[in-house]
């Protein structure tokens, strides 16, 4: 079954030096834009991470330091990277978790702003474990009858996780096919950031999932503790949980200008260059 697209849809996938969102970096991107007509667009890069690959890593994915110490870095990619995604959708297997968080550090890293607000993403590896608990290679083997070659290739991988997703279309009459609803069924907790340090409560607040204000919404902390924005924004959390923090305490301040009368606001002005 293709897809239902109303805009391009990117599947994309990354090797990485490790794990770690806010400072691992990576070393292999592949792209593969699917147009609303049909037609495809793919990518593939190797990046010089600019700092040592782990020999754990390595054996992950065989890219080793000689093979990228010539490859073009991130920040050098990243203005094709950003035309390339840009106003897509996007999809991944462990995307949520994993790719598209550390996508976005490594764009923002090169002074590329990334915003997830007026995009979906489908997330493959969720639809795969809601219905059949299993791994990549596996998942390949059992919606499209074949073996996975070259796992850990971000090529190989980004190429299955595309045909698997419509290979999950054939096969659940349950699950529609558009974008908003595979966006939907692929998620887990609402997430306000991408690493799940702001989640939304059941009143669509931000909250803290972390720390001593957990549970409570931010809004009310920042309120209550203005150094507590200060603090994460100093301390190793990753880029974009800073800028959507930064988001909500700009629309804090908004909401309190709103409140203002014309006169309040001209003297708050003034007592704020006063202050300079």
């Known amino acids: 079954m293709e897809l239902n697209l109303t805009k ?9 030096t490790g794990i770690n969102i806010a400072t691992d970096r990576i070393v292999e991107i592949s792209i593969l ?10 990518k593939t890069w190797l990046v010089n991470p600019e700092v040592e690959i782990p020999e754990e890593a390595t054996a992950v ?16 990619l990243a203005p094709k990277i950003d035309a390339l995604i840009k106003d897509c959708d996007l999809a991944g297997f ?10 976005a550090e490594e764009l923002m890293r090169a002074e590329i702003d990334f915003d997830m607000t007026n995009r979906k993403a489908i997330d493959v590896q969720v639809i795969f474990h809601k219905k059949e608990q299993r791994t990549l290679s596996a998942g390949y083997q059992f919606y499209c009858g074949k073996d996975l070659e070259d796992a850990h290739s971000a090529e190989a991988d980004t190429m299955a996780t595309y ?9 659940y009459d349950d699950i529609e096919n558009s974008v908003d609803a595979l966006s939907e069924f692929s998620s887990h907790t609402q997430r306000a950031d991408f690493a799940g340090f702001i989640l939304f409560n059941d009143n669509k607040q931000e909250i803290f999932s972390f ?5 409570r919404t931010v809004e009310e902390v ?27 305490k700009n629309r804090i301040t908004e909401k309190k ?8 606001k001209l003297q708050a002005l003034q007592q704020k260059f006063n202050l300079r």
């Open 163 to 171: 045909e698997i997703l419509k290979a999950q279309l054939d096969k």
């Open 33 to 42: 834009k699917i147009f609303p007509n049909g037609n495809k667009e793919s």
């Open 211 to 215: 720390g001593k204000y957990k549970g």
């Open 222 to 248: 920042l309120k209550e503790n203005p150094g507590y924005n200060s603090w994460i924004q100093q301390a190793d959390f990753p880029l974009y949980t800073k800028k959507v923090l930064r988001n909500i």
């Open 94 to 103: 462990n995307s949520n978790r994993f790719d598209i968080p550390l996508l």
């Open 61 to 76: 994915h065989g890219i080793t330091n000689e093979k990228v110490v010539n490859e073009p870095t991130f920040a050098e």
């Open 257 to 264: 200008d709103d409140g203002l009368t014309d006169q309040e």
């Open 8 to 16: 391009p849809i990117v599947f994309f996938d990354l090797e990485t």
